[in-house]
């Protein structure tokens, strides 16, 4: 995060915050320094020594982090100073090695390059996260794959459903955001293009250069995206996504969580106490989701309002990327630390699903009873008929009962089976079963390299 806040530890995540901090950031230059110098050696372009004695010093990361943060209001580039400090070191070692450090490259080659090492460490963070978020659904799933509830649609009580069927559609999401997480992680390019773009300052050696740091940094070679920004866009639009899934999952388990509804309790003992109110356990988890999703578009809109890379540097709208993205990271991590921790445990009332099920007198089935009458009266009769026997109010059921159309069509058994909420899930089980096969399938590794 930009500023040390009280807030931090709630609606961010300090484990990504660090992968993003002044240290990491200049660590991960260093690393693409390093690659650089090596990479340089390996074609013969400087001196064997000179690159061991620059990857020394890129190792032994003694750089004065206040003077880089200092420097960097004046030059607005911390590659600036950060190379003025590692030449003085190199020198101090070896001064005819200090001549090859940052050889032929620019400014903006160390700082995406060095945002794509940070990417994919916090890429990696919260896929692991997800993995472990996914892995407690999971159990969720096959725990109450049998248990019925009500739909609710529009925010009202409509038809019957399942309550695994409710958990599985969250998990399929999650599955869906770490594969495309790892993937993302997988493909992240180097830059590496010089000051221009164009790596003129290694004549023919560019592309071959480009290739063997790549392969050091574990990043894709490709061509120079200067001001080409896709990279950038696709990365954020995949983080804003994920959070957004995420953020949907918050949103419903606050809506269980209600004291009108009660459905569900998040995990995490000891939370979510009020201050003014003994009585209260607030559902503190999926707040910090909601909230960490109504921050995410705004910084998804300054990745994407810096579309203006003007010409071959821009001025201004790289600039505004760097924290955004940061942030962006911060944010979706928090997010799905939350969700993890809300599912470790998370309790689900039966009896509630079960009371809200039954609250309606048998009006949720009425679809169910709708479809039973109409191969015979047609979906428009049997739809009048429905509603003239919701009409009556009353039992339900009685109400059907007294409709010659119904007993013309349904004997007693027929009638009280489409009354019959477990025979009203349709396909539902079906899908439990392909998400719970998708995710036995899915490389959900949980610890982070």
């Known amino acids: 995060m930009a500023f040390d806040s009280l807030a931090d530890e709630y609606l961010g995540s300090t484990r990504m915050a660090a992968l993003f901090d002044a240290r990491a950031t200049i660590a991960a230059m260093l690393e693409f320094e390093a690659a650089l110098a090596a990479a340089l050696a390996e074609l013969g372009l400087i001196p064997p020594q000179a690159a061991a004695v620059i990857a020394s010093c890129c190792a032994a990361n003694a750089l004065d982090i206040d003077g880089l943060k200092q420097a960097l209001v004046h030059s607005g580039s911390a590659v600036v100073p950060l190379v003025e400090q590692l030449t003085a070191q190199v020198g101090a070692r070896d001064a005819d090695a200090a001549r090859y450090v940052h050889w032929g490259s620019s400014t903006q080659d160390v700082t995406d390059s060095a945002l794509m090492v940070q990417a994919r460490a916090g890429l990696t963070l919260i896929a692991a996260t997800l993995a472990a978020a996914s892995t407690h659904l999971r159990a ?25 069927y409710k958990a599985a559609l969250w998990l399929d999401a999650l599955l869906d955001a770490h594969a495309a997480l790892v993937a993302q992680s997988r493909h992240l390019p180097l830059q590496f293009g010089g000051a221009t773009g164009t790596l003129a300052a290694y004549g023919m050696h ?116 760097w924290q955004a993205l940061r942030e ?85 058994a027929e009638l009280a089976r489409a009354l019959d909420p477990a025979h009203f899930v349709g396909a539902a089980p079906a899908f439990i079963d392909d998400i719970l096969a998708r995710c036995a399938r899915a490389d959900l590794a949980e610890d982070p390299p």
């Open 328 to 412: 962006l990271f911060v944010t979706v991590a928090s997010m799905c630390e939350h969700l993890r921790a809300a599912l470790d445990g998370l309790q689900v009332d039966r009896a509630a699903l079960a009371r809200h099920l039954a609250q309606s007198g048998g009006r949720s089935m009425a679809e169910a009873v709708t479809m039973a009458l109409a191969p015979q009266l047609g979906r428009s009769a049997a739809q009048s008929v429905v509603k003239r026997a919701l009409a009556r109010g009353g039992d339900f059921a009685q109400a059907l009962a007294a409709e010659p159309e119904v007993n013309a069509v349904l004997s007693a």
């Open 206 to 321: 560019g592309r071959a250069l480009a290739e063997i740091i790549a392969h050091r940094l574990a990043l894709r070679p490709t061509r120079p995206w200067h001001t080409e920004r896709s990279v950038i866009r696709r990365l954020a639009a995949e983080l804003a996504n994920t959070g957004q899934s995420v953020g949907k999952i918050g949103h419903d388990l606050l809506l269980l969580q209600q004291s009108e509804v009660e459905e569900v309790r998040e995990g995490g003992a000891g939370r979510g106490g009020s201050s003014a109110l003994p009585h209260k356990r607030n559902p503190v988890t999926a707040i910090a989701i909601v909230a960490g999703a109504g921050r995410v578009p705004g910084q998804l809109a300054t990745v994407f309002g810096a579309y203006a890379h003007d010409h071959e540097r821009a001025a201004g709208a790289w600039h505004a990327e």
């Open 140 to 164: 969720v799933v096959v725990s109450e794959r049998h248990t019925p509830m009500v739909a609710r649609t529009l925010a009202q009580h409509a038809g019957p459903s399942l309550f695994g």
